[in-house]
Structures are given as C-alpha cells and as structure tokens.
C-alpha cells in the first residue's frame, strides 16, 4: 500500500497526481534537507530557526517572495493556502487564479498543481511547509507530498475549531487520521514528514494548558497513525515565565503520552493577538517572542512583522521580522536571565492542567480516541475560548492576572480539581470580579496596544 492510498481522494486530484512511489523517490533524491533535517540540527545547537509566513496566488509572485525572504535567513519557509483550497473549493480557487490570483489571500496549491510546487520547493534551498486551516486536508496534502515539500501543519480539532463553524469533531478528526496514516506510510519507506500541530487556536488569550492539551491529544493520536516527526505549537500569551514554563513543558509532556520513537520539538508563535500599530512597539514586541523562544528551548520560532496592525505586511517587513527574531536569538542576549523558580512554578502548574484535561479523555478513548475527543466537546470537557464553531461551548473565559500571565477566570466544565481552581482564583485576585469581566477581557486583549509596556 502507498501513502496515497491511505487518503480517499477526490477522483479529479487522485487522477492528477504522480504515481506514489515516483513522488516518494522525489522527496528522498531532490538535494535538500527534510523539515526534520532542520529542526534536528536546530535542536543540537540550541539554537531555534526562524520561520515566516507567506503566500500570494500568483506563480510567479509566489517564487519571487520565497526567494525575497530566503535572503534574510529563514530555516524554513512557508507556502500559506489560500480561503477556497483550505475549504476544498477547488474550481473556485482556479477560477480566480486564472482570473485575479491578486484576489487570492494564499498560494492555490491544489490548483497549480504539484508541478508548480516543485518548482516553488527548488527556488529555494531550505524545506518549505504548507500552512493552510482546513479541517480536511487529504487532497491538499496529497498534492504537497507530490510537490516535495516535508512539513504539513494542522489536526483535526486545532485546524477546525478556530476556522469553520459547523464542521464535526468526529468528521475532521477522522480526515486527518488519513494524512496521519500517510504520514506513517511515507515513514516505513524512508520519508519522514514533519507534522506541525496549531496550539494557537483562536490565538485570543489561550491559556497554555488548553493549548498544550488538545496539541497533545492529536500528537497522541497522530503517533499511534505512525507519525514519526511532530512540531508542537504554542502562541506566546505575554508573560514571559509562562511562555517559557508552557516551552519546556512540551518535552517534558512529550516524553509521558508518547512513545520514543516519535521526535517532538517544541515551536512557538510570537504573538498572535493585537498588535502594537507603531513599528518601535511592534519590533519590540517580535524581538521579545524571539528571546521567549530561545529561553523556552523551542527549536522554531514563526515570526511576526511590524507591518501586523495594518493588514498583510509586504516582503521587506517580514524580512525584518525575520532578522529581529534571529537577532533576539543569536548570542547576543545569552547574558538574559529568568528567574527560575518563578518558571519552575508555572511548569508545575501548566503540566497540572494538562494532566487534568488530558486523562480523562484518554482512559474514555483506548480503544477510540477520536471519538473521545468528540465526546469531551460535547459535555463541556475539553473547550476552548472565543471560537467560532458550534461544536465547541466557548465557555471558558480567560483573563490576565497583574503580572500578565493567562489565568482561567471562568473554568465552565472543564475538569479542573479544587487545587488548579483555587490556584487561578488567587492569582487573579481582585480581576476576578463578575461585575467587570467584559472591561477586564477587553483590556486583557489589547494588552500590547500601549507601546510602553
């Protein structure tokens, strides 16, 4: 069996694709390192790569852009979906690549055709990853082993609950079960696919250990598929022991719900909520992710640019997004130090939580995980904050504490003990006040608007 046929495929990309093992023998013999080439060789020395998003509809456009930003030094670039592919639209998207790509908000991979995406993997040196927000990605990434590219990011809850309104659990879950297994296929015949998980989510003031619990769940799931490679992503909230606490919590998680022969390596995105509009406040703000990154051991860092309060940033800013975050992580600021107790502290406590909402859900699910998944939304469980499908509450209501780090103020159904609710209470003191959550939360999410902080 190949990997292709791990994917029910829709029969006009089946039909387009090259034969399996002609797309493997590709992805072995193109003369560039893997995805997990990079990551190992980040990991060894300490130092995490930097990697930018990045996709336009056009051809031509899109190479150019790759080839822009691989000048100012990326480990690995990214080639972003547009709207329509990620929602299998795919005569929509053709439509308007041949009629205005410029309308197009990604790079229409289906459309284009795995042709054109190996020309776009051998315009730059680096390995490329495919970045989209699909709940069903099987044919987006059929097309993406065909074209050469080794690093595919999303799961069947992180990539449908942020994204789409009404897509079950049970059905994205499924979907993705199929890429994971194709992964695992690629896996025997010597062809390891990183699979990066979006611990972002709705990126509004996610607490970590939500974050890190649904990322394990799918890496639970990805690896008993035959996933061999997982990057775990976490969006940085703001604190900086937090985020480095939640970064060194992922190995340690890691290493107890998944077997050895799974390589993890922990990924962080700068943050993802509003941003500063002034360049100064907005560079500092990237620069800081940077050395979060760095502090917290991640071995990836997806930058950001100081062009995000005003739409999608062109070429030039996210060069410089890319040179500030390798700047924060050179060994300039090694000098920086945390206080380690304070972090050690925010570890315990994130791995708590974790441990709280993720065990449950794996004594329900041994013999059927993703249903498990599917069942611990529905009663409230599992959730996650301000989403916009109906098939998570969106109960939760989080909140920052006085010194910025990402509190629970609401904990609605999830499983939390006593100790984890009396711990969040404390910390959140006199925030906690029901009289003023709407002006608290709001504040909360503009925490980086002012430029002094």
Known sequence: MSAFDELELHPEVAASLPPAAEAVGYLRDCGKPL???????????GRPVV???CGVGGHE???TLLRTLERAGPGILTLTI??????KQFATARRLLLESPGDLNGYPLVAHGWQRGRELNEAVAVPLEVRHGSPDARDLFAVTVASGISSFEGGGVTYNLPYSKDVPLERSLRAWQ????????????GVVVDRELFGTLTAVLVPPSISLALTLLEAVLAA????????????????????IAALRSVRTLARRYLPDSVEV?????????VFPHSERAADELILYGGLVARLGRATKVINKTNQEAHGIPDAAANAHGIRTTSLALSGLLDFVRLDEERIAEEEHWIRREVEELVEPVLQDGADDLAGAVARAFAAGRLDIPFSASRHARSEVIPGRDPSGAVRYLHHAGLPFSARTRHFHESRLGARADPDRIIESVTA??????EPTR
């Open 35 to 45: 995805a997990v080439d990079v990551l190992r060789e980040a990991d060894r020395t």
């Open 51 to 53: 990697q930018p998003r």
């Open 61 to 63: 456009q899109m190479t």
């Open 82 to 87: 547009d709207s329509y592919t990620r929602l």
């Open 178 to 189: 199929q890429v994971d297994a194709a992964c695992g296929r690629l896996a025997e015949q």
């Open 224 to 243: 008993r598929a035959g996933v061999r490679c997982l990057s775990i992503a976490y969006p940085q909230g703001g604190e900086a022991h937090q985020d």
């Open 265 to 273: 390596f922990p990924v962080l995105h700068q943050f993802m909520g």
């Open 444 to 449: 909360d999410i503009n925490y980086f608007l």
